[in-house]
């Protein structure tokens, strides 16, 4: 949730009334700081049909905070529990041309938000769907790690129970981006646990924590140090943590003949040579030369 102040005075807000084309509109919100919206997310707020929020106290409070009247306008609770109710009534209202704006309780809609749904039934019924873009926990997070960004992914929440939680973890391990994901406090030591079990103790990370708001915290090291550094604490927050990538494993000679010998089954030797190479990526003329002393040997 956004750091919103407990009674926000109003001040003069820089928002303008502007004509918005009819669609639907994602507009991101502050992740902490109040001030880190956009000027044109505030044109939007003030001027759409229609409102649509994750958690619409919060939005209250963040249009009160930038002097952005209410009104008349009608201001629809839309979450993972009543979605499939409101959408019917957000899409009449798509249809007759209206504008309405979603925001979620905190960043970019969409991202580990409930909008999803709405967004998909919004395109398929042929509605415009625009984004206000602005801030967002994976993207500061990746900023401040200190870990490469020029190529990564956002893998979400990891799932809570050890099995499931191990089995997505193993199938991010061997990923060559930088990894970001969001966890609880509750289960952030557990978390570190089982990375230094799948990915390596040795694993660059950096630990994110309440990102733009008063007790902003971000700890970076390998897994073991970040265990060490939190051993003991009881975090409070959200928490982002972004993961330095992984290497591709070499592909073996076992890994190899085993490949081959499946080629061989149906291929000449050239041609065998070639699909296993590429496959596992080594020198072509190293996988002709094996496939040569199976064909031999054969």
């Known amino acids: 949730m956004p750091d919103l102040p407990t009674d926000p005075s109003p001040m003069a807000t820089p928002a303008r009334r502007v004509t918005l084309a009819p669609g639907l509109y994602f507009v991101a919100t502050p992740i902490g700081a ?15 049909d229609l409102l649509v929020a994750e958690d619409t106290r919060t939005a209250r409070r963040l249009m009160e905070l ?73 993207l500061a997070a990746l900023t401040v790690s200190g870990l490469p960004s020029d190529r990564f992914l956002f893998a979400g929440f990891p799932p809570s129970q050890a099995g499931a939680r191990k089995r997505f973890l193993d199938g991010l391990a061997d990923i060559e981006a930088t990894v970001i994901l969001y966890e ?7 978390l570190l646990d089982v990375l230094g079990e799948t990915l390596g ?27 060490e550094a939190i051993e003991g604490r009881a975090l409070k927050g959200e928490i982002v943590l972004v993961v330095g990538r992984g290497q591709s494993r070499q592909a073996s000679a076992d890994d190899m003949e085993t490949a081959l010998r499946e080629a061989l089954k149906t291929q000449r ?5 070639a699909e296993v190479a590429e496959k596992l990526g080594l020198p072509r003329r190293l996988v002709y030369q094996a496939a040569l002393k199976l064909e031999d040997n054969a």
């Not at 103790?201 to 090291?221: S, W």
């Open 34 to 48: 109040a001030r880190d919206i956009t000027l044109r997310a505030l044109d939007i707020l003030l001027s759409a």
């Open 66 to 138: 930038h002097g952005i009247p209410l009104g008349d306008r009608p201001l629809v609770a839309y979450h993972d529990h009543n979605g499939p109710a409101q959408r019917p009534r957000l899409l009449a209202a798509l249809a007759e041309g209206r504008t309405v704006a979603y925001v979620s309780e905190a960043g970019t809609p969409l991202v580990a938000d409930p909008g999803y749904q709405l967004g998909r039934a919004a395109i398929e019924a042929g509605a415009p769907v625009f984004a206000a873009p602005g801030p967002s926990a994976a």
């Open 184 to 190: 609880s406090p509750k289960r952030i030591h557990r």
């Open 201 to 227: 103790q040795a694993r660059q990370i950096a630990l994110c924590r309440e990102l733009t708001k008063r007790f902003e915290e971000v700890i970076r090291g390998t897994v073991a140090e970040l265990r």
């Open 269 to 273: 030797v050239k041609d065998a040579a």
